[in-house]
């Protein structure tokens, strides 16, 4: 099992101001339409070369719509860059609009 966190959880600690570094695994339209505030953009066909980019000195939660790529990408930098400190948003961006934000657009 890999470690995932809930909407509401993850709202929680950006209400206490946590250090949290928001990477958004899907497309450039998709972040373009609708994200999550503080996100990056590091679409899932760029990780690899762009890995670099996600901390290791702090919690990192990874994001797409439902979840589903941003498992992967969390399996891919725990295997080949042995990152310990990410977290995959359960139900993505699709249940934070619905949970969470609902003046982030659902699609």
Not at 10 to 17: E, K
Not at 26 to 45: D, F, N, T
């Amino acid at each position: 099992m890999l470690p995932e966190l809930t909407p509401e959880d993850l709202h929680a600690r950006l209400q206490r101001g946590e250090n949290i570094q928001l990477v958004d695994v899907r497309q450039p339209e998709e972040y373009a339409y609708c994200r999550i505030e503080g996100s990056e953009l590091i679409p899932l066909g760029e990780l690899a070369r762009r890995a670099d980019e996600v901390a290791d000195d702090r919690p990192v939660v990874l994001i797409c719509h439902h979840g589903v790529r941003s498992m992967q990408a969390l399996a891919y930098l725990q295997h080949r860059h042995e990152l310990t400190n990410l977290l995959n948003l359960r139900g993505g961006i699709h249940a934070w609009s619905l949970r969470v934000d609902p003046s982030v657009a659902v699609y």
